[in-house]
């Protein structure tokens, strides 16, 4: 007489987490693999921006790769009265400029951003 794996009712899972388990709480399914889409390495990129813009205005953020568009910029996140923050994983470097509500582009050339780089700019605006 074989006797049956008890499990505790709170799981929802069998505890064993054998792929042979028979008990009636089995749900067990195979691990699938976390690999990305085109199995290419994505990294966190970083960009700390220091600008005080003025109360209730946003920074955004546009560009080319990363899921940026030169067309329509993207909120950046606001961390204290001139601190903003935005990450983003790369596979390649970006290129991107900022711009006060979407609307008033920063002084100079494009930034840049590379896989796993972390910068902090101070961007101008007239």
């Not at 976390?34 to 960009?47: E, L, M, Q, V, Y």
């Not at 921006?49 to 899921?67: D, H, K, P, Q």
């Not at 050339?109 to 961007?123: D, H, K």
């Given at each position: 007489?074989?006797?049956?794996?008890?499990?505790?009712?709170?799981?929802?899972?069998?505890?064993?987490?054998?792929?042979?388990?028979?008990?009636?709480?089995?749900?067990?399914?195979?691990?699938?693999?976390?690999?990305?889409?085109?199995?290419?390495?994505?990294?966190?990129?970083?960009?700390?921006?220091?600008?005080?813009?003025?109360?209730?205005n946003?920074?955004?953020?546009?560009?080319?790769g990363?899921?940026?568009?030169?067309?329509?910029?993207?909120?950046?996140?606001?961390?204290?009265?001139?601190?903003?923050?935005?990450?983003?994983?790369?596979?390649?470097?970006?290129?991107?400029?900022?711009?006060?509500?979407?609307?008033?582009?920063?002084?100079?050339?494009?930034y840049?951003l590379?896989?796993?780089?972390?910068?902090?700019?101070?961007?101008?605006?007239?």
């Amino acid at each position: 007489m074989s006797k049956k794996l008890q499990h505790p009712p709170f799981l929802g899972k069998c505890a064993c987490a054998s792929k042979a388990c028979t008990c009636a709480e089995s749900t067990h399914t195979p691990i699938k693999s976390k690999r990305s889409r085109a199995g290419a390495k994505r990294t966190k990129a970083r960009i700390q921006i220091t600008a005080n813009i003025g109360w209730g205005n946003v920074l955004f953020i546009r560009g080319e790769g990363a899921s940026l568009s030169w067309d329509k910029g993207i909120a950046l996140q606001n961390l204290d009265t001139d601190q903003w923050y935005w990450e983003h994983s790369l596979q390649k470097p970006i290129a991107f400029k900022l711009l006060i509500n979407d609307v008033q582009w920063c002084d100079g050339e494009n930034y840049t951003l590379t896989p796993e780089q972390s910068i902090a700019i101070a961007p101008t605006f007239t």
